[in-house]
């Protein structure tokens, strides 16, 4: 069973970054679609960056396109998430999740392996 770990969120400045990864083990994350999905307090999850399992196409949602990039490292069975100049609506608990499809999925229901989740948190 394919298990994955969130780590690396905390207090990120207006305009800072952050690279929070995502640890997989139980399975090889290869050829796994996955993605990043974010909660603010309040507010429904939303996704915010996803990558193919196997043409590695990728796809951001419009807040955070320029800003994100999401990256697959294969050798150490992780995904993780740059994130770049952090605005306003960024800070939320972010959470990975994989699904064995292949093709590239943004919805959260077709995602079945998901993370505990890390808190990004907004500096002043």
């Known amino acids: 069973q394919l298990h994955l770990v969130e780590s690396g969120g905390g207090l990120v400045q207006s305009g800072g970054s952050l690279r929070p990864p995502c640890v997989a083990s139980?399975?090889?994350?290869?050829?796994?679609?996955v993605g990043w999905f974010r909660q603010a307090p309040g507010k429904e999850r939303e996704g915010v960056a996803f990558?193919?399992?196997?043409?590695?196409?990728?796809y951001y949602t419009d807040s955070v396109k320029d800003r994100f990039t999401i990256s697959r490292d294969n050798a150490k069975n992780t995904v993780s998430l740059h994130m770049n100049n952090r605005k306003p609506e960024d800070p939320a608990v972010y959470y990975c999740?994989?699904?064995?499809?292949?093709?590239?999925?943004?919805?959260?229901?077709?995602?079945?392996?998901w993370g505990q989740g890390t808190q990004v948190t907004g500096a002043p």
């Open positions: 990558k193919g399992g196997f043409d590695n196409s990728e």
């Open positions: 139980g399975k090889s994350l290869r050829h796994y679609v």
């Open positions: 999740a994989a699904a064995f499809k292949g093709d590239l999925r943004i919805e959260d229901g077709d995602y079945d392996n």
